[in-house]
């Protein structure tokens, strides 16, 4: 059991104030909140051992590298990655995606066939489009259906020894969606194709094992674990590590350099080129100790439990209109009222301290889907409480009342 209480005295700027009222902060989807556990480690790092890794003989570099490494070795645990090596840092799940959209370059050619999922956030949707235009590959669509869940029959129909790569996010953005990956990753498998996930959202609330579910590629952003912005990972099997080409060249990423040639480095400096976020790697690692200290489970249950009741709160409201009831889902509600505009209400709520997000969320494709110009999403974490979902729900009611 979750003692909330206790976690929230965890979290500084949950005890401030927004515009005269108590931060009710719900908009855990976009980031999360930080622990002074993990603000303590950025503060050690910068007060303590701030010195670039891997190439000095000094104590303080080899303290940072010693800590950066751990971390690596953490995140691989977390994840059940097989090698530390196959942990690449990243600046988050955009630039892991990148990574691997311009590895492909050399792999793919024209007629060849990618798959995205039609609930993508964009991040996971423009690099394989800027893909199919260097290559002349062709992207094709998962579709969706009203309840925001994927049509897997569809999926299948569109294999073929055509395909190449599918795209898919673990847990969507804008509707809260736990896509079937397990599924969708073993039928790609049987026609050869390899498959990213994008963990973005699903980081923050499931304990993925990417061996578990023979993921090629899984993407994580440090920010939505409790961890600071600008840093994340790629996760990616070794054998597709080893044949994807580099994404930026530089210091670090390379064996030897002379002017006729350039040799690599091993993995994982292939893919880290140039000084990285050392400290944001560093407390990426602390984000997932601090979580893992409450457990995973513990969280899901508990947010579970929030989730149920919002929706059956916020349901009651006349003209209130949930997008994305699958059956498997995050604590993430996306709703509109009426027709009054998200950003309407979303303005009002943030007068009265309540912190959500409005708009298309980087998933305009869903939203054409639904023929709206967007939503309101409030999104919960494990340190929102039933009383922070009264206050929202007394705050959508009022936000009603005014533009109605
Ligand atoms: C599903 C999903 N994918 C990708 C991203 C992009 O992550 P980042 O901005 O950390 O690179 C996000 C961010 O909200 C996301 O929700």
Redesign the pocket.
Known sequence: MIDVTKIRKDFPILKREVNGKPLVYLDN??TSQTPQQVIDVIVDYYSNYNANIHRGVHALSQEATDKYEQARIKIQKHFNAAKSYEVIFT?????S?NIVANGFSSLIKKGDEIIVSAM??H??IVPWQMLCERTGAILRVIPMNLDGELILSAYHELLSDKTKLIFC?H???ALGTVNPIKEIIDAAHKVGAAVLI?G??AAPHIKADVQALNADFY?V?A??ICGPTGA?VLYGKEEWLNKLPPYQGGGEMIAEVTFEKTTYADLPHKFEAGTPNICGGIAMGAGLDYMNAIGFDEIAAYEHELLEYATEELLAIDGLKIYGIAKEKTAVISFNVGEIHPYDIGSILDKLGVAVRTGHH?AQPIMDFYKIPGTVRASFSFYNTKEEVDVLVAAVKKAKSMLE
Do not use: F, L, R
């Open positions: 989807a976009a600046s988050g799940t955009t630039h995606i993508e956030h991040s996971n996010n847990v969507s953005n994008d973005a959202q993407t952003s920010h939505k994340g980087c």
